[in-house]
């Protein structure tokens, strides 16, 4: 199985430091769109890992969560193409879950739907954090250049760390890679 793991929030759509609470305000970035469905097209499993503390916040319900992740999969499929499991923590930074990045949690779950070891399973982010559970599940790290991922990049990354554009780049060089 070729699988794919990736943030949401500045990988996928639009960041914001207000976070994204509404389905208007989730906004896809130029390309992730077309990327995801061509990943799917060449035989890729996209899975997506998401801390999204705003439901412990109250910034937004989980009906408007999943609202957005229907919006991603009905996107994604009208390019022909299909989002995999997608996971999210709900909870907030101080509440001590296993499931928040940079906590592994989520890719363990990921891991387990999919029966897979995550050695060498690319993890896309734009955050240390996402870097960081990475790291700790032996997948390879992989920082997006959109999001927060210029600002995570200017305060150093971990060794091995891949670095690309935005998702774009990335579906361009696994296709690539994959036909080569």
Not at 53 to 75: F, N, Q, V
Request: hydrophobic share 40%; glycine share 10%.
């Amino acid at each position: 199985m070729k699988l794919l793991i990736l943030d949401r929030d500045g990988v996928i759509n639009q960041d914001s430091d207000a976070y994204i609470k509404s389905l208007d305000e989730w906004i896809p970035i130029p390309g992730s769109i077309e990327a995801i469905a061509q990943l799917s097209k060449a035989g890729w499993t996209v899975a997506v890992a998401t801390n999204q503390s705003g439901i412990a916040r109250g910034y937004y319900s989980l009906a408007t969560l999943d609202a957005m992740h229907a919006r991603l999969r009905e996107l994604v499929a009208a390019q022909g193409g299909e989002v995999g499991m997608i996971v999210y923590c709900p909870h907030g930074p101080d509440e001590g879950c296993a499931c928040r990045k940079p906590k592994p949690g989520m890719l363990h779950t990921i891991a387990s739907h999919y029966a897979v070891d995550l050695a060498g399973v690319w993890f896309v982010g734009d955050s240390k954090g996402d870097l960081e559970a990475a790291r700790t599940v032996d997948a390879q790290p992989v920082l997006v250049k959109t999001g927060k991922g210029e600002q995570t990049l200017s305060k150093g990354v971990p060794e091995a760390t891949l670095i690309f554009d935005d998702l774009a780049s990335i579906a361009s060089a696994l296709i690539h890679q994959q036909a080569g």
